[in-house]
């Protein structure tokens, strides 16, 4: 099953109350989708088979790399500095309510992808409903994120490494070309193989997580060797639930605690991962939605839980903890190590080194992957060079892949010493990327709720519905924009380096705000473009080869159950039972 985006030559037929609901302006989408017949499935071929995608992630890995694909150094390592920074309960109730947030991002992506499970991710999305512009604009923040944050994984696998070997023995630029000779070898050999590798690894990293909430229930409860009994809430009390943080008394509490709020951020941001996938996911109306609701219990185990466990057996004004937040992004960075050894369990860093070098690996794996396919949708759309949207018979578009590995290439700047305070700049400068994609879905998912009301579109007719609805993409996106807007309120605050005011980090730290509304306003410039109002959002450019396609996997997936074809008898008896 594929299909192609045509622009001119399409053969497809539509009733006249679908060709009444064509928007009335030109783009890819004008003339509707055509299908194409092919043996493994593509996707969003503009021209011709040789730029489609595969269709060849199962249920069981989209659900796998769902659970797993946010699950990364932002909650295993990050979550020690906002304990130092915010204590215990500041940081239980950012990750709870930020928790919230990403799930109703979460669930607005859903509620769009379900009805047009399109190539092109969420950019799509914002192309259809919003404004060109604003699609061209994420689309392109988007692959600025994890073109950077490729290579920065890459250096956090060296350093992971140096656990055991350090700098002196071997050079840390021999492990980055490793790992990324590797990774690419991985994304070339087609989405088949990319989706086995990374459900292997997702399913590593989430065993992980619950080896350590049992861990720390055990330390919880007074079961390390230097324990000296339950410890409770003893550290709400002494040091206490609230820590200072630039300031003292209730405005030192009160910027901790709101300084947990955009740790707590960008430890969840990488969920929206799924949006990529769906260009590639059998069957995405019925795989999608199963991924999404179980981000409501990732969201609640593994991060809410998780942290409130480490509130419990670390203080925050740990020597260890504050050495921790110093440290590289080794086992050593780790709060959790930090309560190991205030435990006195000498064992486990080594063990837990090794499971954050499977964290940081996956996540460059994955990384890749969301640049590739990013890059290959904005030369879909005509938004970057054609030749960006070539692939080959598996799927797998190379030129994308090429590009995005020779630019991953800037992780050998980290080698040397002098490159890395420039490096850390530069990550800066893009992290925030991360956080304007969820407004800019959800910027989205407000407009499509217009649109399908406008066009007469009812709720059931829909595969998924967002439980949070118009309004909560609303408050979501109110408060996505105040975060994005105090994420780096620390620059304002005095500093021995810098004096009053930290003018690197406040340029590096902000400058992609003007750059993400530069690229909208320019294209609209360049391309006259106007935002599209409800009656002219394209709802059903497509829908008719779609909804056709969606039957024909059903039928295919009933067939294979007859037949006791399915999920793989390990995966079945192992993490099934769990997922």
């Known amino acids: 099953m594929a299909y192609r985006y045509n622009d ?26 055509e299908i194409i017949r092919g043996r493994n499935g593509s996707l969003a071929d503009p021209t011709n088979v040789g730029q489609s995608l595969h269709r060849g992630l199962s249920a069981r890995q989209i659900t796998m790399i769902a659970i797993g694909g946010a699950i990364g150094t932002g909650l295993i390592i990050g979550t020690g500095q906002a304990l130092a920074r915010s204590g215990p309960a500041s940081i239980l109730i950012s990750y709870s309510v930020v928790g919230v947030l990403c799930y109703a991002v979460m669930t607005a992506l859903g509620e769009m992808a379900t009805w047009m499970p399109a190539a092109g991710g969420f950019a799509a999305y914002a192309t259809r409903f919003v404004d060109p512009a604003l699609g061209f604009s994420l689309g392109y923040t988007y692959w600025f994120k994890y073109i950077i944050i490729t ?105 901790g605690f709101w300084s947990s709020f955009t740790n707590a951020v960008f430890a969840y941001l990488g969920t929206e991962l799924i949006g990529v996938t769906v260009a590639e996911a059998q069957n995405p109306r019925r795989n999608i939605p199963r991924a999404i609701k179980l981000t409501f219990w990732r969201i609640l185990v593994f991060y809410i839980f998780l942290v409130f466990l480490l509130g419990l057996i670390v203080p925050y004004d740990s020597n260890l903890l504050a050495f921790a937040t110093e440290a590289s992004t080794s086992a050593a960075a780790s709060p959790f190590v930090v309560a190991i050894r205030i435990a006195g369990i000498k064992v486990l860093p080594g063990f837990f080194n090794a499971c954050v070098l499977i964290f940081v690996f996956s996540a460059s794996n994955s990384d890749l992957y969301i640049a590739t396919r990013t890059l290959h949708g904005l030369a879909v759309k005509g938004q970057a060079p054609r030749i960006f949207a070539k692939t080959d018979n598996r799927g797998v578009p190379y030129y994308s892949l090429g590009l995005c590995a020779l630019i991953a290439c800037i992780a050998f700047l980290n080698v040397a010493n002098d ?54 993409s609303v408050v979501a996106l109110a408060f996505c924009i105040l975060v994005a807007l105090t994420k780096n309120f620390a620059v304002f605050t005095y ?36 935002g599209l109002k409800p009656h002219e959002a394209d709802l059903f450019g497509g829908k008719a080869v779609i909804d056709a396609d969606e039957q024909e996997w059903l039928v295919k997936e009933a067939e294979e159950k007859a037949n006791g074809k399915g999920p793989s008898t390990i995966y079945r008896h192992t993490l099934g039972y769990l997922f």
């Open 151 to 255: 290579p920065n994984q890459l250096t956090a696998a060296a350093l992971v490494i140096q656990y055991w070997a350090p700098p002196e023995q071997i050079n840390p630029g021999v492990f980055i070309a490793i790992f990324l000779v590797v990774i690419i070898a991985i994304n070339y050999l087609g989405i088949r193989f990319f989706g086995e590798i990374e459900f292997w690894l997702s399913s590593v990293k989430v065993l992980t997580i619950l080896g350590l909430i049992i861990l720390c229930i055990i330390l919880a409860a007074g079961g390390g060797p230097n324990s000296g009994g339950a410890t409770g809430f003893q550290y709400y009390h002494d040091p206490g639930a609230f820590a200072t943080y630039i300031g003292s008394g209730s405005v030192g509490r009160f910027t």
């Open 8 to 33: 001119s030559d399409s053969n497809e037929k539509h009733s006249p109350s679908e060709e009444a609901q064509k928007p009335p302006y030109s783009s890819e989408y004008d003339h509707g989708v």
């Open 419 to 472: 490159s890395a305070d420039i490096f850390s700049y530069f990550v800066n400068l893009v992290s925030i990327f991360g956080l304007l994609t969820w407004i800019s879905i959800l910027v989205s998912h407000i407009y499509f709720i217009k649109a399908r009301e406008a066009q007469g579109v009812r709720k059931e007719d829909l595969r998924y519905v967002s439980p949070f609805g118009y309004w909560g």
């Open 495 to 530: 500093s021995e380096d810098y004096g009053n005011f930290d003018y690197k980090n406040f340029i590096t730290g902000y400058l992609g705000i003007p750059l993400y509304l530069m690229m909208i306003f320019g294209y609209k410039l360049v391309f006259k473009t106007k």
